[in-house]
């Protein structure tokens, strides 16, 4: 503890700030740092291109994606103003990413206390995962900060059903729907979590937030359903689009991606398994709120269950040695880690609480000592180590060795990787964009009249190397160069 000169209240007080100050600055600087030295990648470059689009266009266009609004909205004023640098594009979701540290902080000192509020943005403000999506062009740690300050207005909301507090959970709500679509996830369970707390304590006089959480609360379910109104009535304007995107997400990209991935098209079974699963629970969820014997046995149980200590060190243990082992794996830019996103703070959380519980503070200090080591694995990997496409050394590779007026460049799935090649690339080359095989119909004429082609392949998880086959029986490769998550191979003609 940091010696201050102050006594009682006023030191504690300081060395709270102090330390708190010092956690944020870290992970400000741990996200700052080379936030523009790699290239952007075909996700940013997507980023790259919204961001860059007219209004008109802007709109039509995420007709055919699946995110909502806001984050382009705020990307395409911010490049106005700042440019389109790999810096400029990545500075919002490094602001927001360092913005959610002091927000965790604030939401988990609502809930349980300074040290755990202190010791889970520790975790947060050091994750290799946070810091990895805050150096990214997308919108994921804009959905956390927002996520994050939904759960830090909903519990005060709770405690004080104000006007204030009604208006700053509204916003907050509304923020997050027009940011990612899972938070309709996010929006559905905080709608049933406060419905069924209000009616547990209506109906059995049992406040499980209170015992969880040990603060007063006010349920008024009068204003929680005011609040609900008014954050439905600000995602009407854009309903229509969000019709559009859900049809194209739901009759078009996910059955196609599922039947790709589990090789049958059982992606409407097992939604609608999911859906009947989802509803009977909650069904049998509020039954159990009638039966008066049944509720407050369960809930016994599962207030009076304890976790021994040697099973929470373990748990600490596991997590680190799957973060060193495995860093680039399970910590790396995936869809299952992208999706899950809003599920980590809840685990450091869960950490810290049950790490400070130790009867032994000399188990804490170690599992502490233990993290530091771990960290200071991971932090170097990640600086030193491309992680991500390098659309900058295709476009300077292609540059230097091809010739502008006789060479030809093929893309594959050219709607992802044409952007990201041409946010770097400046010169005057052929190009062919194709997405399906179909699509080689388009190659044969220009290939016939030129020296060198090169075929760039990367994201070619549906057509494998069947453009290159094509290019192997026809042409002699003179040679191939492999960067990360894209390979290009270059063919002479005659």
Not at 3 to 18: A, Q, R, S, T
Not at 308 to 324: A, E, Q, R, T
Not at 366 to 393: A, G, M
Request: a positive charge; proline letters at 2%.
């Amino acid at each position: 503890m940091v010696k201050c000169g102050l006594k009682g209240k006023k030191k504690l007080n300081f060395c709270l700030i102090l330390s708190l100050l010092i956690i944020i600055g870290i992970g400000t600087f741990l996200r700052f740092h080379q936030l523009g030295s790699e290239s952007i990648w075909v996700d940013e470059a997507f980023s790259y291109h919204y961001f860059n689009l007219e209004w008109s266009e802007l709109i039509s266009t995420l007709k055919n994606d699946v995110h909502p609004l806001l984050f382009y909205f705020i990307g395409h004023e911010w490049v106005d103003l700042f440019g389109n640098s790999e810096f400029s594009l990545r500075f919002l979701p490094f602001l927001f990413g360092s913005l959610s540290i002091l927000i965790l902080f604030l939401l988990v000192k609502e809930i349980y206390d300074t040290k755990t509020a202190l010791l889970s943005s520790l975790f947060f403000s050091l994750s290799y995962t946070f810091i990895l999506y805050s150096q990214e062009a997308k919108m994921y740690s804009q959905f956390i900060f927002f996520f994050l300050g939904v759960g830090l207005f909903y519990f005060k909301f709770i405690q004080k059903p104000t006007y204030f507090n009604l208006v700053l959970l509204s916003v907050a709500n509304i923020l997050l729907i027009h940011t990612h679509i899972l938070s309709f996830l996010i929006f559905f369970i905080e709608v049933l979590g406060y419905y069924f707390c209000y009616y547990f304590f209506k109906l059995q006089k049992v406040n499980i937030l209170e015992d969880l959480f040990h603060f007063r609360t006010n349920f008024n379910l009068k204003k929680f359903n005011f609040m609900l109104v008014i954050s439905i009535l600000f995602y009407l304007p854009w309903i229509t689009v969000f019709l559009s995107q859900f049809n194209r997400l739901f009759l078009d990209m996910l059955p196609f991606k599922f039947q790709e991935k589990f090789g049958f098209n059982g992606f409407y079974l097992i939604c609608s398994l999911l859906i009947i699963l989802m509803f009977g629970a909650i069904i049998l969820l509020f039954y159990l709120l009638s039966k008066k014997q049944v509720l407050s046995r369960m809930y016994n149980y599962l207030k009076n269950i304890t976790i021994n200590p040697g099973i929470i060190i373990g748990i600490f243990l596991i997590w680190l040695g799957v973060n060193v082992i495995w860093q680039e794996l399970f910590f790396g830019n995936l869809f299952y880690i992208r999706y899950t996103l809003f599920l980590f703070p809840f685990f450091y959380i869960f950490l810290a609480r049950k790490l400070l519980t130790l009867n032994h503070k000399t188990w804490l200090y170690f599992c502490l000592i233990i993290y530091f080591i771990s960290v200071i694995l991971i932090l170097p990997n990640y600086y030193l180590i491309d992680s991500k496409e390098q659309w900058r050394e295709a476009a300077d590779y292609i540059t230097f060795d091809a010739n502008d007026n006789q060479d030809l460049v093929l893309f594959h799935t050219a709607g992802h990787t044409w952007w990201a090649f041409n946010y770097y690339y400046t010169g005057n080359i052929s190009q062919i964009r194709m997405n399906k095989v179909t699509d080689w119909g388009l190659a044969p004429e220009k290939m016939n009249h030129s020296q060198y082609i090169y075929l760039v392949l990367s994201h070619n998880y549906q057509t494998k190397d069947w453009f290159k086959q094509q290019l192997d029986s026809l042409y002699p490769l003179v040679e191939s160069k492999e960067l990360v998550g894209i390979k290009i191979y270059k063919y002479k003609n005659g």
